[in-house]
């Protein structure tokens, strides 16, 4: 009697410890973290859009430049990083190759500027859920994020009509 208490004891204390652990994880901030995006965000798009594009600010607060070798996300089947240009007063959007994160800098991806281009989008994307990026350096390191669905803001795209 007395040894199955025990027993049952713990095993309480190995669930418990268990949970512990397991919470400590899922709290875990990667702030220190050499790579880190910053405000991230996905354009809304409507439903019949197959395309949608990602910003945000990207840092790097290693010692060596990072250069971005590609994207991925489970939401679309293509993931381009883009430049927009302006050219002939024609807003034009092209790849950016080797696009470089300084060492202890940053860069921002912005409407207008870098993006990271959803082609091919798989379903259509509901405002507020959380889209899973990973973005893949030459290092071999990759950077994983979730930005969620949100309207541009104004004079950013689309025209809105706010009060
Ligand atoms: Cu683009």
């Given at each position: 009697m007395k040894s199955k208490m025990l027993a049952v004891f713990s095993a309480l204390v190995l669930l418990f410890s268990g949970s512990l652990?397991?919470?400590g994880h899922g709290h875990h901030h990667k702030t220190d973290a050499e790579l880190a995006a910053h405000n991230?965000?996905?354009?809304?798009?409507?439903?019949?859009?197959?395309?949608?594009?990602?910003?945000?600010m990207l840092h790097n607060n290693g010692s060596q430049?990072?250069?971005?070798?590609?994207?991925s996300s489970p939401v679309a089947a293509d993931?381009?990083?883009?430049?927009?240009?302006?050219?002939?007063?024609?807003?034009?959007?092209s790849e950016a190759k080797n696009l470089t994160v300084p060492a202890a800098g940053h860069i921002m991806m912005k409407p207008g500027g870098y993006h990271i281009m959803l082609i091919n989008l798989k379903r259509p994307l509901k405002e507020g859920e959380l889209v899973p990026i990973t973005i893949n350096f030459q290092s071999?390191?990759?950077?994983?994020?979730?930005?969620?669905?949100?309207?541009?803001?104004?004079?950013?795209?689309?025209?809105?009509?706010?009060?």
């Open positions: 652990m397991a919470g991230a965000w996905v354009r809304l798009v409507p439903p019949v859009s197959n395309i949608s594009a990602a910003y945000m430049d990072q250069v971005i070798a590609g994207a993931v381009e990083v883009h430049e927009t240009s302006m050219q002939d007063g024609v807003m034009r959007m071999g390191q990759t950077l994983t994020l979730e930005a969620p669905v949100k309207a541009a803001p104004m004079g950013q795209g689309m025209k809105h009509h706010k009060h």
